[in-house]
């Protein structure tokens, strides 16, 4: 234990890690409010789930779609040339929606602004990841894997947080108060990240522009975890949907959220395990390992008689999460092509939004046709085919192999 404690705190001592961190907060913490906040506000204005999912599913498409994009202009032309503008243009988008949300606009319309909002807002996630390896250079080379633990325990923590804030400002005010608070935050958050002197000596790879239209696509070991990470989405994503499920055929629909933020807490109690200790061996071998232990937490969730059983085994089952999404990460940095760091974390951040999305659309139709016992199944099998592909091609997972 102390050991563990002594890792984090050797990144926290880093110079300007705990200042980044902290400016990192409010900046991402939108990335836990929007989806719902978008579904609360349109339900509220239109009166209509269907709308609101169409408008909420807008905007996360425009999300996954345009990281790789923003990533790639990011390592091309740097980061504030970037992110700044793209920032006012999301918050603007986002203030659109709200104004014609209100006034009765027509659903394409909102449709419309959502893509924008979500086209426009920065990938922060892979910003940090791209951020962290550069300020850990001169430190042990195995801080990173606790560096980008630390990142995952974060993210797990803003999705547990962000709805609760959403929820509550749904309640005591209007859905739109979280909207407009959102990119507040965003542009609060980055106003302290921004300053801060890593980001400010933040500088153009000469290699950036050598890799043509393909760009971080160019290496084996990214085309992978796109693949793996693509089915590890459609588990996750069906189990949002799931667990709710159960949780209402159990009597227990307003203990749905519980359910949820239990199996978050499993996540980021593996990804503190995870970053606990220095891991050695092939990161590819590694990373095909936790994957192999996904579905075998997943199929025993079809089994669940009761809330309490079900909220152990969502437990379970999320300690792997954190630790294969933080191996990815950290993978994603080493076989990146030099000079397209940021846009290689954001591939496998894409590919996992694309499969979350699929998951939920798959879950709803599975437990709402047949049961919430098939929708476990339907998640442990995608994670057995991440599982399968990482078995058969984690020897591109390594720098030396990952070049085509």
Same mark, same amino acid.
């Given at each position: 234990?102390?050991?563990? *404690?002594?890792?984090?705190?050797?990144?926290?001592?880093?110079?300007?890690?705990?200042?980044?961190?902290?400016?990192?907060?409010?900046?991402?913490?939108?990335?836990?409010?929007?989806?719902?906040?978008?579904?609360?506000?349109? *339900?509220?204005?239109?009166?209509?789930?269907?709308?609101?999912?169409?408008?909420?599913?807008?905007?996360?498409?425009?999300?996954?779609?345009?990281?790789?994009?923003?990533?790639?202009?990011?390592?091309?032309?740097?980061?504030?040339?970037?992110?700044?503008?793209?920032?006012?243009?999301?918050?603007?988008?986002?203030?659109?929606?709200?104004?014609?949300?209100?006034?009765?606009?027509?659903?394409?319309?909102?449709?419309?602004?959502?893509?924008?909002?979500?086209?426009?807002?920065?990938?922060?996630?892979?910003?940090?990841?791209?951020?962290?390896?550069?300020?850990?250079?001169?430190?042990?080379?195995?801080?990173?894997?606790?560096?980008?633990?630390?990142?995952?325990?974060?993210?797990?923590?803003?999705?547990?947080?962000?709805?609760?804030?959403?929820?509550?400002?749904?309640?005591?005010?209007?859905?739109?108060?979280?909207?407009?608070?959102?990119?507040?935050?965003?542009?609060?958050?980055?106003?302290?990240?921004?300053?801060?002197?890593?980001?400010?000596?933040?500088?153009?790879?000469?290699?950036?522009?050598?890799?043509?239209?393909?760009?971080?696509?160019?290496?084996?070991?990214?085309?992978?975890?796109?693949?793996?990470?693509?089915?590890?989405?459609?588990?996750?994503?069906?189990?949002?949907?799931?667990?709710?499920?159960?949780?209402?055929?159990?009597?227990?629909?307003?203990?749905?959220?519980?359910?949820?933020?239990?199996?978050?807490?499993?996540?980021?109690?593996?990804?503190?395990?995870?970053?606990?200790?220095?891991?050695?061996?092939?990161?590819? *071998? *590694?990373?095909?390992?936790?994957?192999?232990?996904?579905?075998?937490?997943?199929?025993?969730?079809?089994?669940?008689?009761?809330?309490?059983?079900?909220?152990?085994?969502?437990?379970?089952?999320?300690?792997?999460?954190?630790?294969?999404?933080?191996?990815?990460?950290?993978?994603?940095?080493?076989?990146?092509?030099?000079?397209?760091?940021?846009?290689?974390?954001?591939?496998?951040?894409?590919?996992?939004?694309?499969?979350?999305?699929?998951?939920?659309?798959?879950?709803?139709?599975?437990?709402?046709?047949?049961?919430?016992?098939?929708?476990?199944?339907?998640?442990?099998?995608?994670?057995?085919?991440?599982?399968?592909?990482?078995?058969?091609?984690?020897?591109?997972?390594?720098?030396?192999?990952?070049?085509?």
């Amino acid at each position: 234990m102390n050991g563990a *404690r002594e890792r984090y705190a050797r990144v926290l001592r880093v110079p300007h890690a705990r200042a980044l961190l902290l400016a990192e907060l409010p900046a991402r913490l939108p990335i836990g409010i929007n989806g719902l906040a978008i579904v609360l506000f349109c *339900r509220e204005h239109t009166g209509s789930y269907a709308s609101a999912g169409a408008v909420a599913a807008g905007f996360g498409a425009a999300v996954g779609l345009s990281s790789p994009l923003i990533g790639r202009l990011i390592d091309r032309r740097g980061l504030a040339p970037v992110v700044v503008p793209f920032s006012f243009l999301h918050a603007a988008a986002m203030a659109g929606l709200v104004a014609l949300g209100l006034a009765g606009a027509p659903l394409g319309v909102l449709i419309a602004l959502a893509a924008a909002a979500g086209a426009f807002i920065p990938p922060l996630g892979s910003i940090s990841r791209a951020m962290w390896p550069r300020i850990l250079a001169d430190e042990e080379p195995g801080l990173l894997s606790t560096a980008l633990a630390l990142e995952g325990v974060l993210v797990e923590l803003i999705f547990v947080s962000g709805p609760l804030l959403t929820a509550a400002l749904a309640a005591l005010l209007d859905p739109a108060a979280a909207l407009v608070l959102s990119p507040v935050l965003l542009l609060v958050g980055l106003a302290g990240y921004m300053v801060q002197p890593p980001v400010r000596a933040w500088v153009v790879s000469a290699h950036a522009a050598a890799h043509g239209p393909w760009g971080a696509l160019r290496s084996a070991g990214i085309r992978t975890l796109i693949l793996t990470t693509a089915p590890m989405g459609f588990c996750f994503g069906a189990m949002e949907v799931t667990l709710p499920a159960f949780s209402e055929h159990e009597g227990w629909r307003s203990l749905s959220g519980v359910l949820v933020a239990t199996w978050s807490l499993g996540s980021a109690l593996g990804g503190l395990a995870y970053g606990a200790r220095s891991w050695s061996g092939s990161p590819g *071998r *590694r990373y095909a390992r936790f994957a192999a232990l996904l579905p075998l937490g997943y199929l025993p969730l079809a089994l669940a008689p009761s809330m309490v059983v079900m909220g152990v085994l969502a437990l379970i089952a999320g300690c792997c999460i954190a630790p294969t999404l933080t191996a990815a990460n950290q993978i994603a940095g080493d076989v990146a092509p030099a000079g397209a760091e940021t846009e290689a974390y954001t591939w496998p951040t894409m590919a996992l939004v694309a499969g979350i999305a699929a998951g939920n659309w798959a879950a709803g139709a599975i437990v709402e046709g047949v049961s919430w016992q098939w929708g476990c199944l339907a998640a442990a099998s995608a994670a057995g085919v991440a599982a399968a592909l990482a078995a058969t091609r984690w020897r591109t997972l390594s720098a030396q192999e990952a070049a085509l």
